[in-house]
């Protein structure tokens, strides 16, 4: 079966700090792989999207970046976090872009 | 992707079946529902889905009505552990449409009442 796990589960870091968080799944070849955040009462926001290595597509345009060093790596990175960086990260993989999504344990981000 | 209506709070007792409504009255021919779950503080945990035809898996059940206008997810026996928020979703399920993005409303919250 698959499993999908995300590190740190929890981090508070000072502004102007790097992030670096990380998620892998195991069970599966060459999934999609996701980055949401989920800030305090509000949606899940999509901030970027993987079909493959190396290939990364930003839906909003913002402080933080993405990379996909391996089939099931996925990587959120930041140079200088801001306060609004603060939230709730998810990472989530599917088969394809139509099948459904399945979250990881999710990282709290607390920027201070 | 179709917008969904849920109510945004439900008591239900332990033990005791949980229904919970969606309302979608603008699906179109090419979406499922998809059922969510959140409870505090963790990821959210994918329940169900379908088309047309009411499903069932080991979590729960999904019954749809023939206009396909409403949902209803059924947990047959609540327990605490079900204390969560719930999010019905409606999603294209066809090639050459619809985004990556999953939509979440604000969902249902239920609490599970000992």
């Known amino acids: 079966s698959q499993t999908i796990h995300q590190w740190p589960a929890t981090l508070v870091q000072p502004v102007g700090s790097p992030l670096s968080l990380e998620c892998t799944v195991e069970?599966?070849?060459?999934?999609?792989l996701y980055w949401y955040r989920q800030a305090a009462g509000r949606g899940l926001q999509l901030l970027f999207y993987?079909?493959?290595?190396?290939?990364i597509s930003s839906e909003v345009p913002q402080n933080l970046s993405a990379s996909r060093p391996q089939d099931r790596q996925f990587i959120l990175s930041s140079k200088k976090l801001l306060l609004s960086d603060s939230g709730f990260y998810l990472c989530?993989?599917?088969?394809?872009?139509?099948?459904?999504?399945?979250f990881g344990p999710g990282t709290r981000l607390t920027v201070l | 992707d179709a917008k969904t209506t849920q109510p945004p709070s439900m008591d239900c007792a332990e033990g005791r079946a949980a229904n919970l409504p969606c309302n979608h009255s603008?699906?179109?021919?090419?979406?499922?529902v998809y059922w969510y779950r959140q409870i505090h503080s963790q990821g959210p945990q994918y329940i169900i889905h379908?088309?047309?035809n009411n499903e069932t898996n080991e979590m729960a059940s999904l019954i749809i009505t023939e206009d396909r206008k409403s949902s209803t997810l059924i947990l047959p026996h609540a327990t605490l552990r079900d204390t969560a928020v719930y999010y019905c979703?409606?999603?294209?399920?066809?090639?050459?449409?619809?985004?990556?993005?999953?939509?979440f409303g604000k969902g249902t919250k239920l609490s599970v009442i000992p």
């Open positions: 989530a993989w599917s088969l394809d872009r139509l099948d459904t999504q399945y």
């Open positions: 069970g599966t070849s060459n999934p999609n």
């Open positions: 993987s079909v493959g290595i190396g290939q």
């Open positions: 603008t699906i179109s021919g090419n979406e499922y």
């Open positions: 379908g088309l047309k």
């Open positions: 979703i409606v999603r294209v399920a066809t090639s050459g449409a619809g985004s990556y993005q999953l939509t």
